[in-house]
């Protein structure tokens, strides 16, 4: 009927008004011509949105679930660091994008739990403003003491915190990073006030490798070569359960310290709004990217664990993390001021 209208338009015989519908119907034909010859999504490289530096555990992470990912989906993954302010810059980048499923973030226990009790003046909400997609796994952390010290042990460290604590230093990488959560929740478990000293520069794992600093909790993967080494001595781990990696190793809970249950964790969110069924794609599409042998074999003996947990579950986890988070900032008194 539309088409001939169309005929009749073109041959001067509608009246001016019938020639306007004409016109608004010729132009919503095209438009759905147009929209139906465009391909499935993604058609076009994605984006997503590390919001660390490169080279940290966080961004090495990213690159090998982001490069399996890219098979999966077909579609290249364009990993963009965006660092700054504990990971707020590169989170409220992403949470202000469109929400066409081409702008993504590799979030972290910090930047949608963390965050929310460090930063008062945080410009998005970690629950309202993204669309969460799926959890990826987390890196339990690892207590190391610079040779230098004597300790070989968490009793060691016990008996030299409490005989001369003005020796000993926690190192982190930054006020209300898991490493200072990590250290503060340790000094309240054991009564004990060990200085922290924050670095913001990178510069302390090398300053505990020459013993300038004392002590620090660290992911698995950038001690390895240290620990095997000699260069560092590992006394505990922060995971529910002992690193396969160093079986030898006790956790904090088995050492008496069950608040010390720490494992920084990552997951895919998107802006708030996310079609539903982009949203599905891209959940079933990290499912089948964890699952993939290769992807598992590259991250073996890192320390880290692949933990897929879909959208709906990710929006409970959050909100829990969000609401266990601030025990640990309060007991790092690194609340928002």
């Known amino acids: 009927m539309l088409m001939n209208a169309v005929r009749r338009l073109r041959a001067g015989v509608l009246f001016p008004a019938a020639r306007s519908m004409v016109a608004v119907g010729f132009a919503v034909l095209v438009g759905a011509a147009g929209t139906a010859h465009a391909g499935p999504y993604p058609d076009r490289p994605i984006r997503l949105v590390v919001p660390f530096g490169a080279g940290t555990t966080t961004d090495m992470l990213a690159r090998q679930v982001g490069e399996q990912l890219s098979t999966v989906l077909g579609q290249r993954l364009v990993i963009e660091n965006k660092a700054g302010a504990g990971g707020t810059v590169g989170a409220e980048a992403v949470a202000k994008s469109p929400p066409d499923g081409y702008t993504l973030l590799w979030g972290t226990g910090q930047t949608q739990a963390v965050n929310v009790s460090v930063y008062k003046s945080m410009r998005y909400d970690p629950l309202k403003d993204f669309e969460p997609i799926a959890r990826i796994g987390s890196q339990p952390l690892v207590l190391v003491a610079a040779p230098s010290v004597g300790i070989r042990s968490l009793d060691d460290l016990l008996a030299k915190a409490k005989s001369s604590?003005?020796?000993?230093?926690?190192?982190?990488?930054?006020?209300?990073?898991?490493?200072?959560?990590?250290?503060?929740?340790?000094?309240?478990?054991?009564?004990?006030d060990i200085m922290h000293v924050p670095y913001a520069n990178g510069q302390a794992l090398p300053d505990l490798l020459t013993g300038r600093t004392t002590l620090m909790f660290y992911p698995y993967l950038p001690l390895k070569g240290f620990i095997d080494s000699g260069e560092l001595v590992p006394l505990a781990s922060t995971g529910d359960e002992r690193l396969p990696e160093l079986p030898q190793l006790p956790t904090m809970r088995e050492a008496g310290y069950p608040k010390l249950v720490i494992a920084p964790w990552y997951a895919v969110y998107g802006p708030a709004g996310m079609p539903a069924?982009?949203?599905?794609?891209?959940?079933?599409?990290?499912?089948?990217?964890?699952?993939?042998?290769?992807?598992?074999?590259?991250?073996?003996?890192?320390?880290?664990?692949?933990?897929?947990?879909?959208?709906?579950?990710?929006?409970?986890?959050?909100?829990?993390?969000?609401?266990?988070?601030?025990?640990?900032?309060?007991a790092a008194g690194a609340g928002a001021k």
């Open 277 to 330: 069924d982009i949203v599905a794609l891209l959940e079933g599409a990290i499912r089948r990217a964890l699952a993939d042998k290769y992807l598992t074999d590259r991250v073996a003996n890192t320390g880290t664990r692949l933990e897929f947990l879909p959208a709906r579950e990710l929006a409970a986890f959050t909100a829990s993390e969000i609401n266990r988070s601030r025990d640990f900032v309060a």
């Open 165 to 192: 604590p003005d020796s000993l230093i926690f190192a982190s990488t930054g006020l209300g990073s898991s490493p200072h959560l990590a250290a503060a929740m340790f000094n309240q478990s054991v009564a004990i």
